[in-house]
């Protein structure tokens, strides 16, 4: 397998597409070349790592070709989280996680409160989730890592 190249270019390139991945959703690309587009987009991220290029240098994926044409990038989120805490007012609710994906624990979590989530057990890589809470109208507090509701937007 080739290196990659970590020239700044190499994210600029792929800058449309980064853009796509920084919603910290689920994406799924269509081309008629998806091994290549797989690469280079591996390629464009270890170049943002590389030169410190943010906000391109803390996207995790994990990317999955499907079919002939597909490329699903499903978020990576190095975090362990047993449970969060949702906060409704004065009534405090608890969810525990249960067979999903942890990053599916701060999506499910955030739509159900209207205020706050706190995650106690929180142990990870918090940039991913600022990430998305950012652009999803949450604030992050770190230590513990609460998410706190801002403005009147939806969590998606």
């Not at 499903?74 to 805490?85: F, M, Q």
């Amino acid at each position: 397998m080739t290196p990659y190249n970590l020239s700044p270019k190499s994210v600029e390139r792929m800058k449309d597409e980064l853009e796509k991945l920084l919603s910290g959703d689920i994406v799924t690309f269509t081309t008629q070349a998806p091994h290549t587009l797989t690469y280079r987009l591996r390629e464009a991220i270890a170049a943002a790592i590389s030169h410190g290029i943010e906000p391109y240098a803390s996207i995790a994926y994990k990317f999955r070709i499907e079919g002939p044409t597909n490329v699903r990038c499903i978020p990576k989120v190095g975090v362990t989280i047993e449970s969060a805490d949702i906060i409704k007012g004065v009534k405090t609710e608890k969810i525990v996680a249960d067979d999903v994906n942890e990053f599916d624990v701060i999506i499910h979590a955030t739509k159900l409160t209207e205020d706050r989530v706190v995650f106690k057990s929180f142990i990870g890589q918090a940039g991913p989730v600022k990430t998305w809470a950012s652009k999803h109208g949450f604030a992050v507090e770190e230590d513990p890592m609460v998410l706190t509701k801002v403005g009147g937007e939806d969590a998606d």
